[in-house]
């Protein structure tokens, strides 16, 4: 038989799960049983695209946020920079420098960002991808170990 998505590489399904935590756990617990589990698979099926809508995105959103991560990058140059110096203060100002430029340019970044989406996504969110049903597939001559221990896990809670 030809490998498929419901059966990868000839495996057969040993477990099905609502969410993810639950197949980890189920895979964890075969782990914890010496159970060789380089032969199992864990499957999402029936993907989509979760988007969670997190605020309105404005100005001083944008340039804040753009603020702060320039800042961040900057504190990094201005550190590596800042090996280099010859004294303390020659090491403080390179921090700061860099620290600064960081900030406006970021600052700047952001709002050339906002600006070029011509309001056409003025909120944030934060996506994922999810599955309605991960399944946990195993290779067949390992099949029946893995239900017997997967049931012990069920019995178990």
């Avoid at 001559?141 to 809670?157: I, K, M, N, T, V």
Wanted: charged share 15%; with cysteine; net charge neutral.
């Amino acid at each position: 038989m030809p490998a498929s998505v419901s059966m990868p590489l000839g495996g057969v399904q040993v477990g099905s799960y609502d969410d993810y935590q639950q197949a980890q756990r189920a895979v964890d617990h075969l782990s914890d049983q010496k159970f060789p589990v380089e032969n199992v698979t864990i499957i999402g099926s029936d993907l989509r695209m979760v988007e969670r809508v997190t605020g309105r995105l404005s100005w001083g959103r944008a340039i804040a946020a753009g603020a702060a991560s320039g800042a961040w990058f900057g504190l990094f140059v201005g550190l590596l920079l800042g090996i280099f110096a010859a004294d303390g203060s020659d090491w403080f100002g390179s921090v700061f420098t860099g620290l600064l430029i960081g900030l406006v340019f970021g600052a700047v970044f952001g709002a050339v960002g906002y600006a070029a989406s011509q309001g056409k996504r003025d909120f944030t969110s934060t996506s994922k991808v999810v599955a309605s049903r991960y399944d946990v597939m195993c290779a067949p001559q390992f099949a029946e170990q893995a239900r017997a221990e997967l049931a012990r896990l069920s019995l178990r809670g």
